[in-house]
């Protein structure tokens, strides 16, 4: 099967399924022993592979142990190689002990995050290893597979406090799928927003800190896979998988992002239904601050916007209270990022009723100045 031969909206043919994974097919998993590796693999089991061989350096050990004990049960040869991806001499033997390998599925990667001005030459390059050196490594032995999917994230398209390296990582795995698609080559590359329950993310309690940021969800395992299935299904190059909550929902709904995948995972989840009653509250609640801003005086809206300003930050960051923030502290400080920026903006411009640009909050980073700046812009006739 031929990749990326389309970006758009998407038509599921459910005759193509046959050709996805096949019977006699065998399916490499590199960090195949990790928590989204193991998912994929159970995924593959269930669609029936004939072999999945999962890659990693450590041996098989605990929970992963069970799953892969389920898995051989299930029928479809599992075979375990001992590996380092980074390392050209490992994928040249592990080449050469394989009688086959018809889709990979690139999972391998590591942490180590650190404050950009802390990072150091030992963080980059252990973060890069899998990613760079990997991908390159088994591009190698990559001619003419049918799938080659490799594990980006999101932090290759939008900031990541402390993840510098990591983003550096993904954004070489975008790139050098894109390089592929130009040479007729398989690829599909999915930039994955935070998973829950599995992988690195959930053991790093990451899922749990986006319970602070209103606007990012994680990905329920069940939901990531069904999504891939889809993205391989279309044969897309490029995917970005990134649920959101309900108030982002609102921010895409005004159609600000394009809202194609995500609406894939959101489709069978019982949340679904709030997501309408969410963005009604939101509206009503505008308008009621839209008409007590009006009813201030021009001296008077520079404090009401002050109070306005600080409740939806409070809100849409999760603070515990308006205490925690300081007038004068730029925002970017309390964990403000690029989406949570947007959806500040368009609400402030609601209730504001001025046009706002969308770089007001890095112009104008804290409460004060930002209250200033839009006074002045109220009150300017
Ligand atoms: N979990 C998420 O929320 C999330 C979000 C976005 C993207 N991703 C990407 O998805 C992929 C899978 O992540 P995950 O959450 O399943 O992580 P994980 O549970 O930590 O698994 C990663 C696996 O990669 C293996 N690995 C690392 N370096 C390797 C190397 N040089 N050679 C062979 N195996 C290597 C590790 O095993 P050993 O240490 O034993 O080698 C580990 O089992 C990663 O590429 C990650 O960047 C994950």
Redo the contacts with the bound molecule.
């Keep these: 099967m031929s990749q990326g031969k389309h970006i758009g909206k998407v038509i599921i043919d459910h005759n193509k399924h046959q050709d996805l994974i096949r019977s006699d097919g065998a399916y490499l998993i ?10 994929v693999a159970k995924w593959l089991v269930s669609q029936e592979a004939g072999e999945v061989i999962l ?4 041996e098989p050990v605990g929970e992963a142990l069970n799953v892969i004990n389920q898995l051989r049960a299930s029928g479809t040869q599992i075979t375990i190689k001992q ?5 050209q001499s ?1 994928v040249a033997d592990l080449f050469s002990e394989l009688e086959q390998v018809n889709g990979i599925f ?6 180590a995050d650190e404050a950009l001005s802390k990072l150091t030459l030992s963080q980059f390059s252990k973060v890069l ?3 760079v050196r ?1 991908t390159w490594n088994l591009h190698q032995y990559s001619d003419s597979l049918d799938l080659f999917v490799l ?5 290759s398209l939008i900031g990541v406090p402390g993840q510098a390296n ?1 983003a550096v ?2 954004e070489f795995l975008d790139s050098f799928a894109r390089m592929r698609l130009g040479q007729g080559l398989a690829a599909t590359v999915i ?5 829950k329950e ?6 790093q309690n ?2 749990k800190q986006l319970d602070r940021v209103s606007a990012l969800d ?2 329920r395992p069940e939901a990531g896979i069904q999504v891939m299935e889809k993205v391989l299904l279309e044969e897309l190059g490029q995917a970005v998988i990134m649920p959101l909550t309900q108030s982002s929902h609102a921010i895409f709904s005004q159609g600000e992002i394009p809202r194609y995948l995500l609406q894939e995972v959101f489709a069978n989840d019982p949340n679904q239904a709030l997501m309408g009653a969410a963005t009604q509250a939101l509206s009503l609640l505008v308008k009621q601050l839209r008409e007590e801003l009006d009813n201030v005086s021009e001296q008077d809206k520079e404090d009401k916007l002050i109070e306005v300003i600080s409740q939806q930050i409070v809100s849409i960051m999760k603070l515990e209270s308006i205490e925690m923030i300081s007038l004068e502290q730029p925002l970017i400080e309390l964990g403000l990022d690029s989406l949570i920026a947007i959806e500040l903006r368009n609400i402030l411009s609601d209730i504001s009723g001025v046009n706002l640009p969308a770089t007001i909050l890095f112009d104008h980073p804290t409460i004060r100045q930002l209250a200033a700046y839009i006074a002045e812009q109220i009150n300017t006739p």
């Design positions: 590199t960090g195949g022993l990790g928590g989204i590796g193991l998912t890659v990693g350096r450590s590996r380092d991806i980074a390392r490992d690139h999972a391998a990667g590591v942490l290893a899998p990613k990997g594990f980006s994230s999101i932090s990591y990582a993904n930039n994955w927003g935070p998973w599995v992988g690195m993310a959930a053991s990451i899922s994680s990905i």
